[in-house]
């Protein structure tokens, strides 16, 4: 995680929605890029910016009184559907089910401000605009209960999404229903981008990088693993059609069929390939004796350890950084983001002689 400057977020979404609660897994970086795309930055990211760049923008950055309609209604109803099933199962420790409903509570966020259009309203009569600071700032409060309920799994972008909010110290409570927490007046921070694109040049160099020389996992060999490599492919692929004949999301069911593919490739070359004719069909295991699923292959253990204080250090920095570009990204003023440069120079300068330097070959951009 250090080394990929990755934020350490990134990493944990990734492997909280595919901890092995009921099943196998495996770590790959096509997996870790779709989480991030999809689910991050186009699910989650994507709400949050949006309602909140539209409340500094049209609204003065302060949350507007909300007047609730039927439709109203009946999006607080959906939302508090599924922030009981997060309740249930974070209770039930099935905590990879309970991550996955707050991004369903930031999707159905997503489709409340397309259907109302507050950009539209903005534009019209005063009972028009009125209606769109409503919206507005129902959406702010929305993104307030998207950061409490994300703080156990995602602690560091939960931190940086409450700042944005400023929301209060005593605001940040866990609530058995969706009920506003910024209050009407309340100014809200500065927003900008939680997250960014991981470029697929970058997959392929991180697969490079961690996977071995060719990219690639080494294929299973012995007739035992090749056994349990294919009841694995078999398992992944009855997940992936469970979840297309339920409607399931799309980045969801992409994240999967990613894995089946990384798994498929594990395979030795002539069995990758199916016979003429079977197209589509699964391959049962060989009449071999079962084993259990190889553990998955985890990234190398830096060659220093680095210390809990450090790491701590470290988390501290990558925060920093993430809000200064953010800052950057959000144009924010020059005073702002000299004040932000310094509090980042001050925590790497605490960091140990050897993790301070820079690597080579880079050139400008000077502090």
Known sequence: CIETIIPCDIFRCYLLLNRPETSDTNFTWDGLALTNN???LNNLGNFTLRALTFSKNSFGSEISKITLNSEDEHFIALVNTHLAAYYKHFEARLFSRAFESVFSISKIGN????YNTPWVLAKGSESDKARAGSVIALASNLAALLSVTL???MPTIAK???????LPEDRKQFTDTFVPLLKTGHKIGTPFPLFSKIEDARVAELRSKFCGSDG??????TPGDIAALQAEIEKQGGKVRELKAAKGDPAAIKAEVAKLLELKKQLPAELQQPPPGTKNKKKSPPAAQKKEPSPPVKNPTPPNA???DVAALQKEIEAQGLKLRGLKAAKADKATIDTEVKVLLALKGKLPPELQQQPGGKKGKKK
Do not use: H
């Open 306 to 308: 680095v210390s809990a």
């Open 160 to 166: 940086i999404l409450q700042e944005q909010l400023a």
């Open 38 to 40: 999809n689910i991050l």
């Open 151 to 153: 703080s156990p799994f």
């Open 216 to 221: 690639s996992p080494a294929p299973a060999t």
């Open 111 to 114: 489709q409340y401000l397309q």
